[in-house]
């Protein structure tokens, strides 16, 4: 990615971000974290990583992944006034799940650290 590219995408990021938090109300999504935008050269698209930031699984992560497709028109919408470019990408949300992964990896070794004390 180039240095234009990656300026845009965290303020492609940001703005999502606040949007998400400021005027979007479909209760699917909830909370959610937007951990990096990637943003196609021609700024034709962006691909916006997003992981649950309380511990859902299934369904109920299934359910923000379709809220926050249906937010894209809007957000992009709202996106064509906050970027300073004459394209806006239309907005792909995928499911990153690192965050959880790394909780889960966290929460793994304070287990073993607790059962290395016991000993």
Same mark, same amino acid.
């Given at each position: 990615? *180039? !240095?234009?590219?990656?300026r845009i995408g965290?303020?492609?990021?940001?703005?999502? *971000? !606040?949007?998400?938090r400021e005027e979007v109300t479909d209760p699917r999504i909830g909370l959610v974290s937007l951990v990096r935008v990637d943003?196609?050269?021609d700024l034709s698209n962006a691909r916006?990583?997003?992981?649950?930031i309380d511990d859902r699984e299934g369904e109920a992560l299934?359910?923000?992944g379709r809220g926050l497709r249906s937010a894209a028109g809007f957000l992009r919408k709202r996106l064509s006034s906050a970027?300073?470019?004459k394209r806006v990408p239309e907005l792909r949300f995928e499911h990153d799940p690192s965050l959880a992964a790394g909780s889960q990896m966290l929460s793994l070794m304070?287990?073993?650290?607790r059962e290395k004390k016991k000993e």
């Amino acid at each position: 990615m *180039s !240095r234009r590219t990656e300026r845009i995408g965290e303020e492609i990021r940001a703005e999502v *971000s !606040r949007l998400l938090r400021e005027e979007v109300t479909d209760p699917r999504i909830g909370l959610v974290s937007l951990v990096r935008v990637d943003v196609a050269p021609d700024l034709s698209n962006a691909r916006v990583f997003w992981s649950a930031i309380d511990d859902r699984e299934g369904e109920a992560l299934e359910g923000a992944g379709r809220g926050l497709r249906s937010a894209a028109g809007f957000l992009r919408k709202r996106l064509s006034s906050a970027l300073p470019t004459k394209r806006v990408p239309e907005l792909r949300f995928e499911h990153d799940p690192s965050l959880a992964a790394g909780s889960q990896m966290l929460s793994l070794m304070a287990e073993l650290e607790r059962e290395k004390k016991k000993e």
